[in-house]
């Protein structure tokens, strides 16, 4: 992933042998977990304070997640099902744009073409965009995954989670103590500094406690990142709008648990709904600069009488720090930077930053230098700022009101490094040949298809449409149909619960 340094720069630098993890949330616990799994021979200590406690509503992950707890950190699935107690999402349900609906999946529906056909699958697209992939075929049956010869669900593919936070944090503490991770209870109370660098933290309890590397895990605190280096910010709000969330949510009664996250365009920003198995997470992202937070509330509430929490209103800034690592520190999760959780890039992130960190200590062998470490925040804030300009294209192209907020995203919102990108599409069409040689880098964490799930969703206009032949729409509309039955028989997502739990359930 990054290329090895050189031998006399890496003898120079100290080695790194001991390091404390600042925070105990999922950023936290995911540092700790990835570095003692990773790199053995660390001792790391997690030091998290139940004076801040940690977030404590639901979230959704994207597929990266599933991927890295079972196959790079080793998490038997049993134990993670059983104490994590998650539910599957096979992407996210858009009412969003002149659509009716789109979805948008972590397979492939337009990075593709179907045998027969003259052009890749964004083409056929124009009208109907439904049943373009197995993922998106399920999610518009409601259902969570194909079955087997014997009628039992086949739990595979780029499927993702919705979790609720405080059920993760615990099954991933209790993973953390036995992979060999030391854990405290205490509360900071100031970062002793020396030479632009910690040289220890000092707590609550009168505890002075020193490592060789700081994860900064904080949060939105940004304890030592922000408070005690003084990194300096980088806004996104030239791009994403929204500044406060409202949060809430209420009991499942009989409602179906359904297979992926909905995203709704709401007057003044966007509401998500997030599916547990005995509760439903809803939350309204908005932005103060348009509506008071209490007719953003007075929304949140017509759109959701069946609310029974007490809502909460959060206060954010969308942005990253300009260096995600700066002498002796390293930031992970909200403490490096935040955007709102539109397409639930939270904990990707975070698992993006720490592999690299991982990474990082491995090709130096444990001696980072400045060449790596500007190496690591160059990476890092590419990361950001294409999950920044994925949003923009969100914002940009969703007319579907016409409220003052929207007609200002339509007018006012920069698309970042990924403007020539749709300046492309808009001349040669949904063809992701010719669109991955836009790309500012490459690979990159969408690929064209996201951002071509968004173009073709939001059926923003190109001027190359291609008019099928009938005996070519009749091949590409067989093959939606095949989709679409195989997705009829699935089983849903309680159907999935139910047989994950029996005795005789094993997994392979």
Known sequence: MVSQSEPDSAAAAPEIRRVLVLGGGSAGLLAALTLKKLHPGLAVELIRSSEIGVIGVGEGTTAVFPAHLFQTL???????????????????RFLWGPREEFLYDFEFQYDRQVP??????????TGDCS???????????????ATGPLGRPLIKGQYAFHIENHRLVACLEAIAAR????????????????????????????????????VDASGFRAEL?????????????????????????????????????????????????IEHETFINRGYVY???????????????????????????????????????VGNVVAVGNASGFVEPLEATALAQTIYECL?????????????????????????????????????????????????????????????NYEA???????????????????????????????????VGMQVPHDRPHLAAPAERELFDRHRARLAAAAKHAATVRQTLDAIRQPAWQWT
């Not at 049943?131 to 995954?145: C, G, N, V």
């Not at 060999?180 to 900071?188: I, N, S, Y």
């Not at 964490?445 to 951002?451: M, T």
């Open 287 to 325: 932005s103060s600069g348009f509506v008071p937070d209490d007719d953003a509330l007075a929304e949140f509430f017509e759109k959701n009488p069946k609310v029974t929490t007490k809502p909460r209103v959060v206060k954010f800034r969308s942005g990253r720090y300009e260096r995600s690592w």
């Open 421 to 455: 990108l749709y300046q492309l599409y808009r001349e040669v069409g949904p063809n992701p040949v010719l669109l991955f040689h836009a790309l500012p880098q490459r690979p990159n964490i969408y690929g064209v298809e996201g951002f071509l799930a968004m173009l």
């Open 356 to 416: 690299w960190l991982a990474e990082s200590l491995r090709v130096t062998g444990g001696r980072p230098d400045e060449t790596s470490t500007a190496f690591y925040n160059r990476i890092i804030g590419i990361a950001w700022d294409e999950i920044r300009d994925f949003l923009a294209y969100h914002y940009k192209f969703n007319n579907r009101l016409d409220t003052p907020f929207w007609l200002h995203c339509r007018e006012a919102t920069r698309l970042g």
């Open 74 to 92: 080793g998490i038997s699935k049993e134990e993670f099902y059983r104490e994590a107690q998650p539910t599957w999402k096979q992407g996210i």
């Open 179 to 214: 992979a060999g991770v030391t854990m405290g209870d205490d509360t900071l109370e100031r970062a002793e500094m020396a030479d632009g660098r910690v040289a220890a933290l000092h707590f609550k309890s009168g505890e002075r406690r020193t490592a060789d590397l700081y």
């Open 131 to 145: 049943d373009l992939s197995e993922a998106t075929a399920l999610m518009k049956r409601q259902k969570a995954f």
């Open 225 to 273: 990142i922000g408070k005690a280096l003084d990194e300096p910010f980088k806004s996104f709000s030239d791009a994403l709008f929204c500044d406060r969330a409202v949060i809430g949510g209420w009991e499942r009664t009989d409602e179906p648990i359904l297979p992926y996250t909905t995203a709704e365009t709401m007057k003044h920003g966007w509401c998500w709904q």
């Open 116 to 125: 027969g056909t003259l052009k890749p699958t964004g083409y056929y697209a």
